[in-house]
């Protein structure tokens, strides 16, 4: 009863190429001053490989539909620890610390 799926090894080429163009890509943004907004670049660029790898090579595409929410929920909640970690970073110098003793 199980279903295998194989795929073209071009479909493994592409996507290793694009994993590899947006790793160029990644090391190209860390050199460039998007001032608070190199996080958020960095993280979406490897938001975009995750999705691929997790896509092809883990084989969620041609999985049951119950795997792919799962794989989709997962992703939300991780999206939202993440969002919660950038908000706690970009509110950091809101307020003045002065310690204890002075």
């Known amino acids: 009863m ?3 799926h194989v795929s073209p090894l071009s479909t493994y080429l592409t996507i290793f190429t694009a994993l590899m163009v947006l790793s160029a890509i990644t090391v190209g943004a860390a050199f460039v001053d998007l001032g608070s907004l190199n996080p958020v670049v960095a993280l ?3 938001g975009l490989k995750a999705t691929l790898v997790i896509l092809y090579f883990m084989h969620v595409k041609y ?3 119950l795997t792919k929410l ?3 929920l997962s992703m939300f909640f991780v999206a939202i620890l993440f969002a919660e970690t ?3 970073y970009a509110t950091r110098g ?3 610390y002065v310690p204890m003793g002075q």
Do not use: G
């Open 86 to 88: 950038l908000m706690d």
């Open 70 to 72: 799962t794989v989709v």
């Open 63 to 65: 999985s049951s539909r």
């Open 94 to 96: 809101w307020l003045n």
């Open 44 to 46: 979406a660029i490897a």
């Open 2 to 4: 199980s279903s295998v």
